[in-house]
């Protein structure tokens, strides 16, 4: 079995690395089929010499497959509700031999690679695994088999530092019910997927394809079985911190059920990423030992990244959460920048220049910007400017902007005590 991993760079990949041979003739035939591990698009097509061979497959799902010409491989990933063409290739295949093209990537940004499924079985009792990193923006990770009950501080890798966009190698265990983990690559704590049961069959081969998620660090996985069906493993998990942005340097502690967000710490602070369990309980929140009321708490969605944000005067704060978008830049040369406003006290907008560009204009306390990419730079000049002031409230000179990085530029306090801050987030 071989993949074909296709290339970083600008936009769609372009250029092929698989080691299979073509076909000659037109009677030469392969086998393709669909599998979709985008989670920018439902529904996905595939067309093969401008014939539908794939239709309508869902996330998570794999089409049927289909008589390929080797002579004629030209190949095309489609959207569904649109028929718009998101990815092409033109593959090499092998006469007689068995290939999924996967689809993965966020909206607007689909690559593939192209899966051989024709490895040699394992013995009775044995079962071979391959894991694919198919999560753009997770970066490199390592992963851990192990018993269900088994605990991962006593847990060797099994596979370490698999980079986006690479693979494991066939891996053998035992066949049977085991336990799969993904950690962030060198750091046991940094959990991005946990498996509590995957079925590896007696003399089998599968590939457990991971995909990106909606704020970019955690990850899903999609067991595909060779020349058989797919299990989906959606993450169970979000990520949430806790700032604290209020006035008159108040003390702030918070929690979501038995996770601690923030120790009792003195404001502004910015507390660090906490994976918790999905769902809508809201936060334990205490300003300087008062509870601050939570009327109403947003569903946290599997897979996504939050702040949950403590702002405004100290003797009356609000909380505001917000849609953290920490993927990486699309393009690997440039980098991510977003502006929160936290000041309290305040009707007037922010704006976060670079270079004396606006990045961001008009940032109302309590919100957010959208992430905008810019260039990376060994010096810039960022600034955070208000009306009300005639010289930025917050400035970094020299400031080096690195390619592939996402920021966060905070602003805290009250309007007479300003205090920014800048958080490289990835």
């Known amino acids: 079995m071989r993949f074909n991993q296709w290339a970083w760079g600008l936009g769609l990949a372009t250029a092929a690395l698989m080691s299979a041979c073509g076909g000659g003739g037109s009677d030469s035939k392969a ?12 529904s996905l097509d595939m067309a093969v010499d401008s014939t539908t061979v794939n ?50 990537g966020a909206a607007g940004s689909v690559r593939t690679t192209l899966l051989q499924e024709d490895q040699e079985v394992p013995a009775s009792g044995k079962s071979k695994l391959l894991i694919l990193n198919l999560a753009p923006d997770a970066g490199a990770l390592d992963v851990y088999v192990t018993g269900t009950t088994d605990s991962l501080d006593g847990a060797s890798t ?24 993904l950690t962030a690559s060198g750091n046991k704590s ?8 995957i079925t590896l069959p007696s003399a089998g081969v599968s590939t457990l394809v991971l995909t990106g998620s909606s704020g970019g660090v955690l990850v899903n996985g999609i067991q595909l079985i060779q020349q058989g069906a797919t299990t989906n493993f959606l993450n169970s ?4 911190r806790l700032v604290a942005a209020v006035g008159g340097n108040a003390l702030v502690a918070g929690s979501i059920g038995s996770t601690q ?39 946290l969605t599997a897979g996504g990244d939050y702040t949950l944000m403590v702002w405004g005067p100290a003797t009356s704060p609000q ?11 699309t393009t690997s040369s440039a980098a991510k920048i977003r502006l929160i406003n936290g000041v309290a006290n305040t009707t007037a907008g922010l704006t976060l220049n670079v270079d004396y560009s606006a990045l961001a204009s008009n940032v109302l306390a309590g919100t957010s910007s959208t992430p905008t990419t810019t260039a990376a730079t060994t010096s810039s000049l960022l600034t955070v400017n208000s009306p009300a002031s005639a010289t930025p409230i917050y400035s970094l000179s020299s400031l080096a902007i690195q390619a592939n990085g996402v920021y966060t530029v905070f602003v805290m306090g009250d309007n007479t005590s300003m205090v920014g801050s800048l958080r490289k987030e990835r």
Request: hydrophobic share 35%; proline share 6%.
């Open 31 to 42: 086998q393709m089929r669909l599998l979709n591990a985008s989670i920018g698009y439902p």
């Open 55 to 104: 239709s309508a497959v869902t996330y998570a799902n794999v089409g049927s497959y289909a008589d390929i010409n080797t002579g004629a491989t030209g190949t095309e990933v489609q959207s569904n509700s649109v028929g718009s063409t998101l990815a092409s290739t033109t593959p090499s295949l092998a006469s007689g031999s068995h290939y999924t093209m996967i689809a993965y």
């Open 158 to 181: 099994s596979a370490s530092a698999i980079s986006a966009g690479s693979g494991s190698g066939y891996l053998t265990f035992n066949s049977g019910t085991l336990r799969v983990r």
């Open 190 to 197: 940094d959990l991005r997927l946990d498996i509590p049961s």
């Open 237 to 240: 998990t979000a990520r949430a």
């Open 261 to 299: 967000l923030l120790p009792a710490s003195t404001a502004p602070t910015i507390g660090d990423y906490q994976t918790l369990a999905t769902g809508s309980t809201a936060p334990t929140i205490f300003v300087n030992g008062v509870q601050l009321p939570v009327s109403s708490f947003p569903t």
């Open 319 to 329: 909380l505001t959460v917000l849609t953290d978008d920490n993927k990486l830049p």
